[in-house]
C-alpha cells in the first residue's frame, strides 16, 4: 500500500508550508518531469529540494493529525477520540449484493472528521461509545458531499483503543464478594489451536459498584449454578480494559468462583416500555410480542442476522439479531411469542428506531 500519506504529513510538518503549498509543489514537480513519476517518488523529490529528510522509522507509522489530512491519502494511521456514533444503513451494490456502510464523528486536538465504516467493518459501532480515544491504522481519505474531509476504513482497515487500562493480575487473597446481577448466554467461539471454546459473562454487583466478568471456559456444573441473585466470592482473577477502556474481570479457572446457593436476593428488573424508547439507550430490558414470522438472512459477508418486530400496545419496534443470536431467536420465536430481551441498546436506524441485541445481551420466550 502507498506511503504517500505519511510521506505527505512529515514533509507538511517539516516543511513549515500548509498543505496547499506542498500539494502544489509535488504537482510541479511531477509537471515539470512530464507526469513520468508517480506522487510518492515526487513527495520525495521536492523534500530532497526542500533539504528535508523523510527518514522511514517515521514513515513506518505516522500518526497523522485531522488537520493534515487531504483526499486520496492511503494507509492513514490517526489517533482520535469518538464524539459521535450512528447507525449503519444497507444498500444494494452494483453486483447485486448487499453492502453495509456508517458514520461516526472524529477528533482529535486540530479538528473533526466523519470517520465512515464499509460492511464487515461497521461492526464496530456497536461497540463503540462516545469519549472513546481509539487508533485507526491503514485507513484511507476522500472528499465528503460537503467538501469536508472523511476518513474510511476499508477492508484492510483496523481500529484499537488507545487508551488500555494496565494489566493487572489479582493476587489470590484478594477477595470480591458481591451478587450476580445478570447472566449472559454463554458465547462458543474457534480457538486457534481449531479446538472449540466457549466464555460466558456475567455483571458482578458489589458495594463499590458493578463488574461484568469473563468466566473461560466454564464448565457445565458451573453454568446451571450462575444464577441472578445468588451470593458470590471471587478470589484474584485477572483486571483487563474492554474495547472502552473499562475493567473487565476475567476468570480463567472457574475454581476461584465460590457461590452459596443458599443465598440469594431476587431482585425486580426494570423492564423499559416498547413506547418509552429513545434513541442511544443501553443495557435495556424489553417484552414484546413477536408479530409476525421472520427468516434468518445472510449478507454477502456470510453472516446471520434476522430481524423480529416485537409489538407492545400499540407500539411495534425492529429488533435486529446477528450470527448465533440470529439462530437462536429463530428457535424460540413464533409469532405471538412473548419474547423477552435482556443487555440490547437502541440506535436510529435506516428505517427509524431500532433495538439492537449485542453478543452479550439474554434472549428469552416466556
Known amino acids: 500500500m502507498s506511503e504517500f500519506g505519511g510521506l505527505f504529513s512529515i514533509l507538511v510538518k517539516k516543511s513549515g508550508l500548509s498543505v496547499n503549498e506542498v500539494s502544489k509543489k509535488i504537482e510541479d514537480k511531477k509537471e515539470s518531469l512530464g507526469h513520468l513519476i508517480n506522487d510518492e517518488v515526487a513527495v520525495r523529490l521536492v523534500a530532497r529540494d526542500l533539504g528535508i529528510t523523510l527518514s522511514e522509522e517515521q514513515v513506518a507509522k505516522p500518526v497523522v493529525k485531522i488537520e493534515d489530512l487531504v483526499p486520496n491519502i492511503n494507509n492513514v494511521t490517526i489517533s482520535v477520540k469518538i464524539e459521535k456514533v450512528g447507525s449503519h444503513k444497507e444498500f444494494t451494490k ?39 480515544q481509539v487508533t485507526i491504522f491503514s485507513a484511507y481519505t476522500k472528499e465528503g458531499l460537503n467538501g469536508d474531509i472523511e476518513v474510511h476504513m476499508g477492508n484492510k482497515s483496523r481500529l484499537e483503543l488507545s ?8 493476587p489470590e487473597e484478594s477477595v470480591h464478594r458481591g451478587r450476580l446481577w445478570r447472566v449472559y448466554d454463554p458465547i462458543e467461539f474457534n480457538r486457534r489451536d481449531g479446538g472449540q471454546g466457549r466464555v460466558v459473562a456475567f ?12 468466566v473461560w471456559n466454564p464448565s457445565d456444573s458451573l453454568l446451571l449454578n450462575l444464577k441472578e441473585g445468588v451470593a458470590v466470592d471471587i478470589v484474584g482473577g485477572t483486571i483487563k480494559p474492554d474495547f472502552h477502556g473499562e475493567a473487565e474481570l476475567h476468570i480463567n479457572d472457574e475454581s476461584l ?18 413506547a418509552d424508547i429513545q434513541p442511544d439507550m443501553s443495557d435495556l430490558t424489553i417484552e414484546g410480542i413477536v408479530e409476525r414470522d421472520f427468516n434468518v438472512e445472510t449478507t454477502y459477508s456470510g453472516k446471520n442476522y434476522a430481524k423480529v418486530l416485537l409489538k407492545e400496545g400499540k407500539t411495534v419496534l ?12 429463530k428457535r424460540i420465536a413464533k409469532p405471538g411469542t412473548l419474547l423477552r430481551v435482556e443487555g440490547c441498546y437502541s440506535k436510529n436506524g435506516p428505517y427509524g428506531l431500532e433495538l439492537k441485541v449485542s453478543k452479550w445481551s439474554r434472549t428469552r420466550s416466556k
Open 94 to 132: 452494483k453486483n447485486g449484493t448487499t453492502g453495509r456502510v456508517g458514520r461516526a464523528i472524529i477528533s482529535d486536538e486540530t479538528g473533526r472528521a466523519t470517520l465512515v465504516f464499509w460492511d464487515n467493518k461497521t461492526a464496530y459501532l456497536h461497540e463503540m461509545r462516545v469519549g472513546a
Open 163 to 170: 487508551q488500555n487500562l494496565p494489566l493487572e493480575v489479582l
Open 203 to 214: 455483571l458482578f454487583k458489589r458495594e463499590e459498584g458493578m463488574t461484568r466478568v469473563l
Open 257 to 274: 468462583i465460590r457461590i452459596d446457593g443458599k443465598d440469594i436476593a431476587y431482585s425486580k428488573v426494570d423492564v423499559k416500555r416498547l
Open 318 to 329: 425492529s429488533v435486529i439479531f446477528w450470527n448465533d443470536k440470529a439462530l437462536q431467536v
